[in-house]
């Protein structure tokens, strides 16, 4: 079945960077786009953005650009985020989640989708 | 900028209770609205997209309408396994938003 395993909880400290992967099965990894989104405690789920997986074009939501990377290694079917300079207020559960339909569908490129399925989640905690 | 504001927060039911939650874009984003069910330290599971097309493999008691701007969940006749948060996420445009979720708990 489609599925989406995302690497282990981790711990940084303020100012240093994180790197979670999303390790894709089930379905042809360069087909979807895999988007990024996160909820800190208490807050409601924040997209922030989408990686082609066939091409590797991005986008990101603007509160994060500059910020982070996404990245993606087709021989492995694994997506990678990376959040830089870290802050206590990035302490959150970040989620990989596949689009909905495949990228030939999109005839601009642009992913503006439901997700289905999404990882289980990584935890990141920032702490000092 | 849209806005998703979800309603209520938290919401107390019987098993075989019809509840339903509501979500309101503080725009137009057409039929473009999803929902998902979400439990303690689980992804969120897809139930509903463009606003009334459910899922496959996801139960008939659930249900999803609009009008205008405002969504509508409906679960017809709670089960034991639909207690869990819900939120709405909306498609149409950029940035991608999601409500802030309601908490479907057992009375």
């Known amino acids: 079945q489609v599925q989406l395993v995302q690497s282990g909880a981790e711990v940084k400290k303020p100012g240093a960077s994180v790197k979670v992967s999303c390790k894709a099965s089930?379905?042809?990894?360069?087909?979807?786009?895999i988007h990024w989104v996160r909820q800190a405690p208490g807050q409601r789920l924040e997209w922030m953005g989408w990686?082609?997986?066939?091409?590797?074009?991005?986008k990101y939501s603007q509160k994060f650009q500059g910020r982070v990377t996404f990245t993606r290694d087709t021989s492995a079917s694994t997506a990678y985020m990376e959040l830089s300079s870290l802050r206590s207020e990035d302490t959150a559960v970040y989620y990989c989640?596949?689009?909905?339909?495949?990228?030939?569908?999109?005839?601009?490129?642009?992913?503006?989708?439901?997700?289905?399925?999404w990882g289980q989640g990584t935890l990141v905690t920032v702490s000092s | 900028d849209i806005q998703m504001t979800q309603s209520p927060s938290t919401l107390s039911a019987s098993v075989g209770d019809r509840v339903t939650i509501t979500c309101r874009a503080s725009?137009?984003?057409?039929?473009?609205l999803a929902w998902y069910q979400q439990k303690p330290g689980k992804a969120p599971n897809l139930l509903i997209y463009?606003?009334?097309s459910l899922e496959s493999g996801v139960p008939s008691r659930f249900s999803g309408s609009r009008s205008g701007t405002e969504f509508t969940l409906t679960i017809s006749s709670l089960q034991p396994d639909d207690f869990a948060t819900y939120f709405c996420?909306?498609?149409?445009?950029?940035?991608?938003?999601f409500g802030q979720g309601t908490r479907l708990e057992i009375k």
């Open positions: 990686i082609n997986s066939g091409n590797g074009n991005t």
């Open positions: 996420q909306q498609y149409n445009s950029y940035p991608v938003a």
């Open positions: 725009q137009s984003i057409s039929s473009w």
């Open positions: 989640a596949r689009d909905s339909r495949a990228i030939y569908y999109y005839a601009s490129g642009s992913f503006l989708s439901w997700f289905n399925p």
């Open positions: 463009d606003a009334s």
């Open positions: 089930g379905y042809s990894f360069t087909t979807y786009a």
